[in-house]
């Protein structure tokens, strides 16, 4: 069975910064484009950052200068870098992986887990 696991999330004041970490487990499958998006309280799950298997990048306006997204091929792992958090980055933020597997392609979502800035 195939699932992400998400990690580091938690409390920081705003201009600090977290590190998140998505890893997948399971066999038989390889990751095409893994990505983080984030949901707030009453507004709709958008995307943070975005990265494929050759490493091209894509950021929210938001975000851009301030995360970073990264991953390891070879441990099937996803990290976002948050630096100068501020409020507004308040949210569950959720790993998303487009798996490979037995001839097909499929989506996944980690749980999430939760950051919150405070001012």
């Known amino acids: 069975q195939v699932q992400l696991v998400e990690s580091g999330g938690g409390l920081v004041q705003a201009g600090g910064s977290l590190t998140l970490s998505c890893a997948a487990s399971?066999?038989?499958?390889?990751?095409?484009?893994m990505g983080w998006y984030r949901q707030a309280p009453g507004k709709q799950r958008e995307l943070v950052a975005a990265?494929?298997?050759?490493?091209?990048?894509n950021y929210a306006d938001s975000v851009k200068g301030r995360f970073t997204i990264s991953r390891d091929n070879a441990k099937n792992t996803a990290v976002l870098q948050m630096n100068s958090l501020k409020p507004e980055d308040t949210a569950v933020y959720y790993c998303?992986?487009?798996?490979?597997?037995?001839?097909?392609?499929?989506?996944?979502w980690g749980p999430g887990t939760q950051v919150t800035v405070s001012s």
């Open positions: 998303n992986a487009a798996l490979f597997r037995w001839g097909t392609t499929r989506s996944y």
């Open positions: 399971g066999s038989g499958f390889s990751i095409n484009g």
């Open positions: 990265i494929t298997s050759g490493g091209n990048t």
